[in-house]
């Protein structure tokens, strides 16, 4: 086969480059030794080189002295507004449902579906911020953006509590009147304000969810020797941060919401945003920026095409020139620095095929560069794990709108203390809270032991860990849910489930709170880590997005499966309750529980499978000299 030499101008590294292939040389060889270096140096839409992963300021320039910016101080401005996004994103998951059901008079049931398309949404919108972010705005400026959207979500639900003319006539509305519906509804006009509020909040965390914890590890240098180390405990912080936010909305916005009314709560959530949003932009001078790549759709939109065009070109046709690739270290995505080469979704590498009839300067829509078409496939890689965390987020859903509802009928005193039901899930961020703080201590020396990984576990090792701690604790909470609904019906509380049993404690629901606090710090610390390590450099948002789209298709999923049980399980002609029954007590939340633990072992398995097959990236950056041209 006849080859000539290529030499990159910038490392001086020689590069084979085939000319004329005519036998099924290329079938026997990885494709990856297949280079051509064009002079051609247009980026994937044409608009002139601009290559590398060098953080900038602000203003796109590069900042002159690193040691003055970035590291953990950067970090913890960014950590703040995390933080007030998860008070905000845990206070109305927890409050809202009370809030319909006691002030706007709507059942449990549709309240619950509410509140999880409202977590769903706030979730799976955050493609479009990871979107925006890696496209043109750059992580800093969508988190400024999408926080005053959230801002003013938060100012118009405040405004819905604090006003009487938005919400129903709240007299002669006693519990009895709740219990027997008789109690004013709301209007539809209502009803349609405190939706519209509500889904505004919601979209407004599609732009934090995905970049902060992006943003935060974009502070670190990656020439670092400690650098994988830093990330692993930013990770671990950030995560602190969010249980954080989430038990002072577990506590302290609970508190608030029973001395001080609704509108004090919720206003409550709208200062503390308004105090992160300040504290994020004081701490703008020390912050480390990436530019953005532009859009990372049209990317992958032109390796499909420039793909689909070549499908018929052989890989050992006489016309190949060769697997197309920019000279040097430096890719043509902006932002981004090379990917080597992979044997994976091989029929997407026609996309780089240069043959002869393309011409000198050829359409990008046409041909693609080696690293635009791995973009590709690492994305379409890295999708089996984060679904496979989908079913994790589906029983978080549950256990933040179902358990609130079982605790209404068990014993809420710790001694003389009585504490509100609407507290009861702060008990999962304790456990976080402790577990993060012993990690380091305790989890990692004791499982490098076993593991022989220098972290304890690999980022897939802890997300296995928390699937099978989940099951474990949906198992539980079937288990004790069977044990408090045959008590409640031995005891003749079947009809009277918002009456506390002062018997049975509501601390036995620690149990699945603890477990499943548990499986979060595994799963979901090691699933941010997983994510922004393996994703491109120029799609780290799109890459942190997968995971909040996880947590969002779990919440539709938990509200689309309770629909289905409420319309199968029920038989209102009969006076069959369904299992998701308003009245606990007749309800069968044991089996959806254990439905659940079925699904979680089904997942599981996937999950295992997944794991065995995946191959971390060994090497983020491409480096031209380093390719064996003897591999076979």
């Known amino acids: 086969m006849g080859t000539r030499e290529i030499q990159s101008p910038e490392n001086g590294v020689e590069t084979p480059t085939v000319l004329d292939g005519n036998s ?13 270096e064009s002079d051609d140096m247009r980026t994937a839409f044409g608009r002139g080189y601009t290559g590398g992963t060098t ?3 602000i203003h796109g320039k590069p900042i002159p002295d690193l040691s003055k910016t970035g590291g953990w101080i950067a970090a913890f401005f960014i950590f703040g507004n995390e933080m007030a996004e998860r008070m905000a994103y845990f206070g109305l998951s927890v409050n809202m449902v009370a809030f319909m059901f006691y002030v706007m008079h709507r059942p449990f049931s549709s309240s619950s579906n509410v509140v999880n398309n409202f977590l769903g949404i706030s979730q799976a919108s955050s493609v479009l911020g990871g979107f925006l972010a890696d496209a043109y705005l750059g992580r800093y400026w969508t988190i400024a953006i999408f926080t005053t959207i959230y801002l003013t979500g938060l100012t ?37 304000y405190l939706y519209a509020v509500l889904y505004v909040t919601a979209f407004g965390a599609a732009g934090i969810r995905p970049c902060v914890s ?36 577990f506590t302290a916005v609970v508190y608030i919401q029973i001395k001080h009314g609704w509108g004090a709560a919720f206003g409550s959530l709208a200062a503390a945003m308004g105090i992160s949003n300040m504290v994020f932009f004081i701490g703008t001078p020390l912050y480390r920026h990436r530019l953005p790549g532009g859009s990372p759709l049209t990317r992958v939109a032109q390796v499909l095409v420039a793909a689909f065009r070549k499908r018929n070109n052989s890989f050992s046709s006489g016309e190949l020139i060769g697997l197309y690739e920019v000279p ?44 635009q078409v791995e973009e590709v496939k690492i994305l379409l890689k890295l999708i089996a794990i984060p679904a496979c965390t989908i079913m994790l987020n589906v029983i978080l859903t549950e256990f933040l709108t179902l358990s609130v509802q079982q605790a209404y009928t068990l014993n809420t005193h710790m001694g003389h203390l009585k504490l509100p039901v609407t507290c009861m899930p702060v008990f999962p961020g304790l456990s976080i809270f402790l577990i993060l703080s012993l990690y380091y201590s305790t989890f990692v020396p004791i499982s490098r032991r ?42 003749e509380y079947d009809a009277n489930f918002l009456i ?29 880590e997983f994510l922004y390590e393996e994703a491109p450099d120029a799609m780290k948002s799109i890459g942190s997005a997968y995971a909040a789209i996880a947590g969002g298709l779990g919440c539709f999923v938990a509200s689309i499966l309770n629909s289905i049980i409420k319309s199968v399980t029920g038989n209102p002609g009969k006076g069959q309750p369904s299992w998701l029954s308003q009245n606990i007590n007749t309800g069968r ?21 997944s794991a065995h097959r995946y191959k971390y990236r060994a090497n983020h950056n491409f480096e031209m000299g380093k390719q064996d041209v003897n591999n076979k």
Not at 158 to 187: H, R, W, Y
Not at 222 to 234: A, G, H, I, Q
Not at 591 to 605: A, K, R
């Open 589 to 609: 939340f044991d089996y959806l529980y254990w439905l659940l633990t079925v699904l979680s072992l089904i997942n599981f398995l996937a999950f295992l499978y």
């Open 328 to 371: 040097g270290k430096q890719s043509a995505i902006r932002g981004s620095g090379k990917i080597a080469h992979t044997d994976d979704f091989r029929c997407l590498d026609k996309a780089a095929l240069q043959l002869k009839e393309d011409g000198p300067n050829p359409s990008p829509w046409r041909l693609c560069t080696v690293t």
């Open 450 to 491: 076993i593991t022989g990984h220098p972290h304890g576990a690999s980022q897939l090792q802890r997300i296995g860990i928390g699937l099978l701690v989940s099951i474990l604790s949906v198992a539980w909470a079937g288990i004790f849910e069977r044990y408090r609904r045959n008590y409640a019906i031995k005891h």
């Open 156 to 192: 118009g639900i405040t405004l819905c509590a604090t006003m009487s003319i938005f919400v129903p006539n709240q007299d002669n509305c006693d519990q009895l009147s709740l219990l027997l519906g008789n109690c004013e509804p709301a209007k539809q006009w209502q009803m349609v």
């Open 214 to 249: 992006s943003f935060g590890a974009d502070q670190f240098d990656e020439s670092r020797p400690d650098y994988k180390s830093l990330l692993d405990r930013f990770f671990n912080f950030f995560y602190l941060s969010v249980t954080i936010g989430a038990i002072l909305a």
């Open 24 to 36: 099924d040389s290329i079938h026997r060889k990885k494709l990856g030794i297949y280079f051509i």
């Open 55 to 57: 953080p900038v300021n």
């Open 500 to 528: 506390p049993m002062p018997n049975l404690s509501a601390y036995w629901l620690l149990i699945q709170y603890c477990l499943i606090g548990i499986a979060e710090v595994f799963c979901v610390v090691g699933l941010l």
